[in-house]
Nanobody, 123 residues
């Protein structure tokens, strides 16, 4: 089992920034690729960003590329999502998730999920 706990969400004005954190406990963190997903009101959950086990590879959806940066610190069992130039359409619950070994954009490949943290962007 891997337990994931997100933090860092909140209410921010458009153009602002947030840094989300996801702390992991349980199994060996470095065995898992990590992803951030989000679910906006009335929409399906979507992949936002992912990072490989070592952190050497990252992948972003087109909607966040250039504004979001995913990183991880395996010594601290933590993955981060830096969000810049926030837009009202970024309003969503953000979830971190752990996938065994391989970086993927497919939600069904992620075994473990956090409870989510709310990000609200005002215009």
């Amino acid at each position: 089992q891997v337990q994931l706990v997100e933090s860092g969400g909140g209410l921010v004005q458009a153009g602002g920034s947030l840094r989300l954190s996801c702390a992991a406990s349980g199994r060996t963190f470095s065995n898992y690729a990590m992803g951030w997903f989000r679910r906006a009101p009335g929409k399906e959950r979507e992949f936002a960003a992912g990072i490989s086990r070592s952190g050497s590879s990252t992948y972003y959806s087109d909607s966040v590329k250039g504004r979001f940066t995913i990183s991880r610190d395996n010594a601290k069992n933590t993955v981060y999502l830096q969000i810049n130039s926030l837009k009202p359409e970024d309003t969503a619950v953000y979830y971190c998730a752990a996938a065994w070994i391989l970086l993927t954009t497919q939600a069904q490949e992620y075994r473990y999920w956090g409870q989510g943290t709310q990000v609200t962007v005002s215009s």
